[in-house]
């Protein structure tokens, strides 16, 4: 049996979302703990300052078949020791005997930072995938017991036994306490040993490391990452603004690298970075004009994006989940991204090619006619070359099993000659605030370009890529206009249910708009596919220019 860790939970740890609860303590992973069992550098927080990551507690962590123990960090932080009960529970008696812990099942949490140890002994009897269930109550107060729930999946080998188990009939009988105590010194000492053995290890790794990056100008402080997980086959889960692969797909292909070894691929010093003028900017997030010098010495002209210094770890995460969707992704009508420039204490830089590129959304909405005259007339047959510029981009995107989710204008870029590529949504929700709406659940949504069943129950495929690809065309037919502005967004599902739709644009073709309408069917398997979207355009496209 061989572990698989699926590559958009490892992408989905690097997103943070924390719902703040009183807890009055801190529970985490430390960061060697989190490289052990997911290959991340970075602390996993559970619990921080007495706000609860439910995301994190909800996501049930891989353990594979070599790890034999779990390792939790926690510390009181209402100025006396917290009351405690643990308990755990496993699916599998015969494939892992019950765990133990290396403290009582009831105590006090300490005002100072401790580790406490659960181990995961395999019997190595049975094969199988044993669910492992956590629970802890801690009390606050007489009338406030907090539960913790912790959800483990260990893997277990037949005839692998865990060097932490060993049978009682197996164990040597020794003569006399004399005997056992010189066996305790000496696994002591060899315990002594080993351990000296990995600190000495560790310490000339940490040097190199620093000394690498002291030679690139940065500083050294290793930075804490807060992390969050999604529940299994997320495909149809949350962060509505991010690619996913499709579920029906494995993970054996080349794309199979997780976030880490991507950013690590990419990762350029940011002396080689420089920023020269400001092109959109929100509340936290910027882009930039700027160059980059490559090894060769010679200087290309980048898009930059970046936060603001007062952003959150949160931010900074989500720029990185969702600027990294575009990675190793090579077609015309796709905007991949180019290096990345990570530092401590520094805000990171996704670093994009710039040929002339504008963002769609405010190119078109410059093409209206205003007190200076018309910027650009667009015509129905440049309408409809975008649109299959946009359709040709989105093949590639399926092709390659990844969904977009939120394919809208702003997230297109188009050049001087009207060529579209098709961008990730990295800071979109910062830089076009009024796009995205929040329905209660703390996740700010496109509402109005989802699909119904996005909307209702958080599924998405490449019908509701369709979808949104109508609302699309709207917007390059009306130059960007908001669709659905007299619709509130709690009310939209309700309006869409009812059979409501956009309005044909003025001067928007029948032909045109009929493509819109199929786009947005009600049931999924009635809209169709962007390949024969692409054909219908395309005849549509040669129709038009007929008459030229």
């Not at 991507?262 to 092109?279: G, K, N």
């Not at 996704?350 to 650009?376: A, D, I, R, W």
Request: aromatic share 10%.
């Amino acid at each position: 049996m061989k572990l698989f860790v699926p590559n958009h939970i490892i992408t989905l740890l690097i997103l943070t979302y924390l719902n703040s609860v009183k807890a009055y303590l801190n529970l985490y992973l430390s960061l060697s703990e989190v490289q052990r069992l997911l290959g991340l550098a970075a602390e996993l927080y559970y619990i921080r300052n007495g706000n609860i990551n439910n995301y994190a507690l909800n996501f049930v962590v891989p353990v594979p078949s070599k790890i034999d123990s779990l390792h939790f960090i926690w510390e009181s932080l209402a100025g006396q020791p917290l009351p405690y009960s643990i308990k755990v529970e496993t699916s599998n008696s015969p494939a892992l005997p019950p765990p133990k812990l290396n403290i009582s099942s009831s105590g006090s949490i300490p005002t100072s930072p401790q580790t406490f140890t659960v181990s995961l002994p395999c019997s190595g009897v049975v094969e199988a995938e044993v669910d492992i269930t956590i629970t802890i109550n801690i009390t606050v107060s007489h009338d406030n017991v907090t539960t913790l729930t912790f959800r483990r999946n260990k893997i277990c080998l037949q005839f692998e036994k865990s060097t932490m188990y060993v049978s009682m009939d197996s164990m040597p009988q020794f003569s006399n306490s004399t005997n056992i105590f010189y066996i305790a010194v000496c696994c002591a000492v060899i315990l002594i040993i080993i351990l000296a053995f990995l600190v000495t290890l560790y310490y000339i790794k940490d040097k190199k490391s620093r000394r690498t990056i002291e030679t690139a100008g940065g500083p050294t402080t290793t930075t804490t990452t807060f992390l969050a997980a999604l529940p299994r086959n997320s495909v149809n889960a949350s962060s509505y603004g991010s690619f996913r692969r499709m579920p029906s797909y494995s993970l054996i292909d080349e794309r199979s690298k997780d976030l880490q070894d991507r950013i690590a691929e990419l990762t350029v010093q940011r002396c080689r970075v420089r920023l020269s003028s400001i092109i959109l900017e929100g509340t936290f997030g910027r882009v930039y004009h700027g160059s980059y010098t490559n090894e060769d010495g010679t200087e290309e002209t980048v898009i930059v994006k970046t936060v603001t210094d007062h952003a959150s770890q949160v931010q900074i995460s989500l720029l990185l989940q969702e600027g990294m969707a575009m990675y190793s992704l090579n077609h015309k009508n796709i905007l991949s991204i180019l290096r990345v420039s990570i530092e401590d204490h520094t805000a990171p830089f996704l670093l994009y090619p710039y040929k002339n590129y504008t963002n769609l959304k405010l190119f078109l909405q410059k093409c209206k006619v205003s007190s200076e005259g018309v910027h650009h007339t667009l015509t129905t047959q440049e309408v409809v070359d975008m649109a299959l510029q946009i359709i040709q981009g989105m093949q590639y995107l399926h092709k390659k099993h990844l969904l977009h989710k939120d394919l809208a204008a702003r997230n297109c870029v188009v050049d001087d000659k009207l060529n579209v590529l098709v961008a990730d949504n990295a800071l979109s929700r910062d830089l076009f605030p009024s796009d995205y709406h929040c329905l209660g659940d703390n996740e700010n949504r496109p509402v109005k370009w989802l699909a119904i069943e996005s909307l209702l129950h958080k599924n998405f495929s490449p019908s509701s890529d369709v979808w949104s690809f109508g609302v699309l065309l709207w917007e390059l037919t009306t130059l960007a206009q908001q669709p659905y502005t007299e619709i509130d967004p709690f009310e939209m599902a309700a309006y869409l249910k009812d059979g409501y739709r956009l309005a044909q644009p003025i001067n928007c073709p029948d032909e045109l708009f009929a493509v819109m309408a199929y786009c947005w069917a009600m049931s999924a398997e009635e809209r169709p596919t962007f390949t024969q979207l692409h054909v219908c355009l395309q005849e549509f496209y040669a129709q038009l220019t007929r008459y030229v």
